[in-house]
Nanobody, 125 residues
């Protein structure tokens, strides 16, 4: 059974940093995209970043480019999201997701097969 477990969320002041972790079990995802999405109250879930470790492909949403960094550890089957220079508009529940097949639709919510439970990130002004 595949499980994705996020950790690392919390409350931080604007300009601060947080590091999210997503530990996968039940399957190895290095060949497929693993991504981070977020959902603020009353808004749709949106793409943040994705990584396909086997080929070194990394993608970011424009609004986080230069502030967030996605990385992975194959040995731990874990993906990280380092978030720097956080802004109040980054406040959301952050979800880890993984695809079960090779896909180029890294930003498409519907293209992901597995999801974590989410972790809250709150950035105060």
């Amino acid at each position: 059974q595949v499980q994705l477990v996020e950790s690392g969320g919390g409350l931080v002041q604007a300009g601060g940093s947080l590091r999210l972790s997503c530990a996968a079990s039940g399957r190895t995802f290095s060949t497929y995209n693993m991504g981070w999405f977020r959902q603020a109250p009353g808004k749709e879930r949106e793409f943040v970043a994705a990584i396909r470790r086997s080929v070194g492909s990394i993608y970011y949403a424009d609004r986080v480019k230069g502030r967030f960094t996605i990385s992975g550890d194959n040995a731990k089957n874990t993906v990280y999201l380092q978030m720097n220079s956080l802004k109040p508009e980054d406040t959301a529940v952050y979800y880890c997701a993984a695809q079960g097949v090779v896909s180029y639709q890294y930003a498409n919510v519907g293209a992901y097969d597995y999801w974590g439970q989410g972790t809250q990130v709150t950035v105060s002004s």
